[in-house]
């Protein structure tokens, strides 16, 4: 495009030396050593109509082949040939983690039952019943984890063994059987089983009850160990004040209620004899391990910050006053989130350019923003939008100053100040003592299109023309073009004459009427231009070039719409005409 310009003098002077009209003019036969050879040609003379061949976006933004801007928006969920600008952040590797829980204070009361009779002679049988004997049991700790806040329910391994022993009084030989709908009924929101299968044979767990259905017999010498397991405490169902009572401190007061009937066989007792039975039912808890807590936890997670370079940037995107207005700039966390726990995240993200310059935006509801929630148990694609427009299979989270942020392309952006934190309002269920792995990917993702209030400066300089200008003067030159568009842009140009040291001059100007207005591939739009050249010295020897400014701003009809590898600038009916004629000096 920017030869155009260049053009506008080498066809005007082609245009007037065409066909040999110099040299027709000399005879060779004269000696033209005192001649004055300066030629004027007088009127208005024409050039015929010319055209060029595209100019597209790929010529204007000449990338390299490590530009973090790359015409692959298919990829991202834009059209094809689409620019868009993307780079990824370094990865963040954290983990979400609380101990096992050992309660380490227990105390287990034991229970005594009386039975006493009177031997109606050897190997009698003599049934009894046990009436709601009761056994505490007390399980408490002060240091518990404060990363659990409350609690609702746990898993744990507690052998919780119901110990029967038989004491008797003197002379007596026989046995005490626990008869089928002997009970031990456990606490509500408690949940046993049986971990030693050898006495499944005997009885059965229904819900919070050990049921025997069979008869199990013991003796003075045997005694009977039940091997009961508590699997779980429900804390719904339990009385105030048990549970996490609060942060680091539990407390389960249980109470186990021993009732139904059983059989006291004399054996060899001789009638007569008086007996006195003592049944010991004593709980016994070795170790109490806590493995799986639900309530409201505040388990640490650390993210890291990351940051990400943007690199090769058009040196005119990057202008300090340009004022991009990027329609729908955006930053993708890819959170795959192992753990069973939402996580609530707030950072800062700063755009540092090459000058020092410093914006930050907040993001998270700490910063007023809607909340960035990562999914429990899930690979998560969170989409950090300027405008919150959906994205297929990714949660958006509207961050309007996002296109503030980026109104300059940086040189450098900054994810830091991250926090992560496990929602409070919210119960969840976590294994203790397992690592869950949360991995952050960052990725910006900026198409380049632009908003209604896109201010834009592309300027280049067209120099070191080798034609021997200084041989030529002109009163003025003008050019007039149509302009095809598909790029959805309005652009104004203006030029500077340049000499060779690239200063601007003031022998020749040019001024510039019209604008070119923005199109579309589908529907490119056809604009005129006029374009004036002014001579105002003896010659244009001082000529080396021009400074080209185009003034970009958005069209109205194509906001938001993407630049794309397909469109392009090209001119066509390219018509010049030399006002007042043209002198040339071939001395």
Known sequence: MKRIYKSLFTCAVAGVMAGGMLTSCIDDGYDLDDIDL???????LGVPTSSTEQYTISDVLDLSSTSSIKATGDQYG??????????????????????????????????????????????????????????????????????????????????????????????????????????????????????????????????????????????????????????????????????????????????????????VSTGSTAAGTAIDLNVKITPTIPAMTITAVTGKIDPKVDIDNSSFEINDIPDFLAEEDNYLDLADPRIVLNVNNGSPVDINLNAVVEAVTENGGVRQIGIGDAHGTPQVMVKASSQNKIVLSATGNAVEGATVVKVPGLSELLAKIPDRINIKDVTAKVPSNKEYTIRLGSKFSVVTGYEAVVPLAFGENLRLSYSTDETGWDEDLSKYNFNEVTATMKVENSIPLEMVPEVQALDVFGHVIEDVTATVEGKVEGGSVASPTMSELRVTLRSNANNIGRLDGLHLEFKVTSSPKHVGEALNEAQALRFTEIRLKLKGGITIDAN
């Not at 300066?38 to 208005?44: A, E, L, S």
């Not at 979400?96 to 829980?101: A, E």
Request: aromatic share 8%.
């Open 38 to 44: 300066t030629i004027n040609v007088g009127g208005d």
């Open 78 to 263: 834009y059209a094809k040939g689409d620019y868009v600008l993307v780079e990824n952040g370094d990865p963040s590797y954290s983990t979400v983690n609380i101990d096992t829980q050992d309660v380490k204070n227990i105390t287990c009361d034991p229970t005594n039952v009386k039975l006493s009779l009177t031997s109606q002679g050897t190997n009698q049988d003599v049934d009894q019943t046990i009436e709601g004997i009761h056994s505490k049991v007390k399980l408490s700790d002060d240091n518990i984890d404060k990363q659990l806040l409350s609690l609702t329910r746990i898993d744990a391994n507690v052998k919780l063994d119901m110990s029967f022993k038989l004491e008797a009084s003197t002379g007596f030989k026989g046995s005490l059987t626990l008869m089928p709908g002997f009970t031990l009924t456990y606490p509500e929101g408690w949940t046993i089983d049986l971990y030693d299968q050898s006495m499944a044979s005997y009885c059965k767990v229904e819900g919070r009850k050990l049921i025997f259905t069979a008869a199990k017999k013991f003796t003075t010498a045997s005694g009977l160990r039940v091997p009961v397991r508590v699997t779980s405490f429900d804390f719904t169902n339990m009385p105030a004040g048990e549970g996490l009572y609060k942060p680091g401190h539990f407390l389960v007061n249980g109470e186990l209620l021993t009732s139904g009937p059983v059989r």
